[in-house]
């Protein structure tokens, strides 16, 4: 199994969307969402330029991407473009995971049901701390010697891990040998993983320094 340079979410979906165009994305579902529960029935770019200050043409280029298609002076059809949008980024496919780390962090993301409305489905976790293994709770958490076992009894694909930095390639290796396809890494470290794995950084410490950065440039 030949090992790269980290594959990203980003990588993989620039062949088809370029990541700004992805990333725009969800903001126009929370507020297409918000359209529809409304009972709005047609929404433009214009409305959502206004509202989520990105210039109208870019919008329309990036909705273009869902081969979805606007009508002059009357809009998108909000229910089409909700599904649509819903659609394109997976949140309405379910994806099991399991999260390596039931710490502060981890235990926050088990217990977060919101997640599964974007289609993120929580199975199990594992920790090495016994005190934190709880195999009959509402979401089980295992020893991590278990991990081998219970991903392919839970048919889980992701692997959230949320463990400390010093072990995190262990723990990915140990998550992709075990069949897990794709790691939400919540550490600073930088992944060495194969190329058909899939890779996305949410470095908390590196955001935490862009914010201290950019209150500092501003006083």
């Known amino acids: 199994m030949s090992l790269s340079r980290k594959t990203s979410f980003e990588d993989v979906a620039a ?6 165009s992805l990333q725009r994305m969800p903001w126009y579902l929370a507020y ?10 047609n929404v433009t770019s214009t409305q959502l330029s206004r509202e989520l200050n ?26 089409s473009l909700d599904n649509a949008l819903a659609d394109f980024l997976g949140f309405r496919r379910g994806h ?13 993301l088990l217990s977060d049901r ?5 289609g993120l489905n929580i199975v199990a976790g594992f920790d090495i701390d016994a005190a934190k293994i709880n195999p009959e709770a509402p979401v089980p958490v295992y020893d991590v010697s278990e991990h081998i076992r219970q991903i392919s009894r839970l048919k ?17 290796d140990m998550a992709v040998a075990a069949g897990i396809r794709a790691l939400w890494n919540f550490t600073p470290h930088k992944l060495l993983v194969p190329r058909n794995v899939v890779v996305q950084d949410t470095p908390l410490y590196s955001d935490l320094a862009l914010i201290y950065n950019q209150l500092i440039a501003r006083k």
């Open 15 to 20: 062949e088809l969307v370029p990541k700004p």
């Open 32 to 41: 297409v969402g918000r359209l529809r529960l409304q009972g709005v029935a």
């Open 54 to 79: 990105v210039d109208a043409s870019q919008i329309a280029k990036d909705l273009s991407y869902l081969n979805v298609r606007g009508k002059t002076r009357i809009g998108y059809d909000v229910a």
């Open 96 to 108: 099991a995971a399991v999260i390596f780390g039931v710490g502060s962090l981890g235990g926050a």
């Open 114 to 118: 919101g997640l599964e409305h974007y």
């Open 156 to 172: 889980a694909e992701i692997a959230i891990l949320t463990v400390p930095h010093a072990v995190v390639q262990e723990v990915a």
